[in-house]
């Protein structure tokens, strides 16, 4: 009887663990150059500056000045919000110093607002293969009218 309680009890102690590693974190901070980030080195003083053009990627940079990888946010999703406050959702992995962003949004006069989510990206995908979806996003001009 033992024999089948411990595996039983090993169970569902794994899986309530799994359940709490796997919580979406929320995380504000700035989107900045991971050069930028990294090294502390030349740093674009706004959107216009060209050392934009140089960075390789993107990340968002906490107030301590530690920064996380937006690893599944598209690299001119990053680009058009660079240097602008930011509040992702998501699954943190810190091994990596990255976060699977569930959505992502930047301050814009004072709030909060959604430019990007793994559900409208999954719901316009869908739509353009033909494949179901609600529709082209709201904000974006469809090619298919």
Known sequence: MNTIRLPAITFALTLSLTTVAIQAET?????????????SGTCPLDRLDPHIALERDFVLQKADGDYLFLTN????????????????????????????VDELQVEENGDFETVWSQRAQFLEWTYLQGTGGLGPVVGRPSRHR
């Open 27 to 39: 995380i504000t901070g700035r989107i900045n150059g991971h050069g930028c980030a990294h090294a």
């Open 73 to 100: 946010v598209p690299r001119d999703t990053k680009v058009r919000h660079a240097l602008k406050k930011a509040r992702v959702t998501g699954k943190l992995d810190e091994r990596y110093n990255a976060i699977v």
